[in-house]
């Protein structure tokens, strides 16, 4: 199923200052979801973030932290059991989800929002964990359980739908 701006929540998953150092290509995954908030924020899509017991891994960090309307302090991994991820969410039935520790709280969370009835979409190039090998497991994980796995740029361009879109020369200078 195509993506529909309309349709739409962007979900920035514990993105925090104090795990970075240990995150594998931290920079790289940071640098896919600024583009997808930016593009969000362009096309009007709610972008929402968590953050994993920020009272000790801090919040998140700030270039992402501008972009979401709402940010949901949380302990458990799935932020489905957590936070009230669902309220915040609304009725828009698709998740693009981003974040760290894909192994963890990205893949929980997913499964919670997949259980819940959303359409979930995780982007293979704005996640990470401390491992390559943690990442490339959740992600097989994430496909055999039907979420569907998406790169920052398939998500931006369905989010467009038509190069008439007004937006559209806005939204391809984040892409070039």
């Known amino acids: 199923m195509t993506l529909e701006a309309g349709r739409s929540s962007l979900l920035l ?5 104090k795990l970075m150092p240990a995150i594998d290509a931290a920079e790289a995954s940071v640098r896919e979801a600024l583009r997808l908030a930016q593009s969000a924020r362009l096309l009007d899509v709610p972008v929402l973030a968590t953050e994993q017991t920020p009272d000790r891994l801090g919040p998140t ?10 940010t949901l302090a949380k302990s458990t991994f799935d932020a489905c059991r957590g936070c009230d991820i669902e309220g915040a969410l609304g009725a828009r039935q698709q998740v693009v989800i981003t974040g760290w520790e894909s192994h963890v709280c990205v893949l929980q969370t997913a499964f919670g929002l997949m259980a819940a009835g959303r359409r979930v979409h995780v982007v293979a190039d704005a996640v990470s964990s401390r491992t390559p090998a943690n990442k490339a497991a959740a992600l097989a994980r994430l496909s055999a359980a039907g979420a569907v796995i998406v790169t920052a740029e398939m998500v931006i361009f369905e989010w467009l739908t038509d190069a008439k879109n007004p937006r559209f020369r806005d939204v391809l200078k984040l892409v070039k």
């Open 13 to 17: 998953i514990d993105f925090q200052e």
């Open 61 to 70: 960090i700030p270039a992402l932290s501008e972009f979401a309307a709402d």
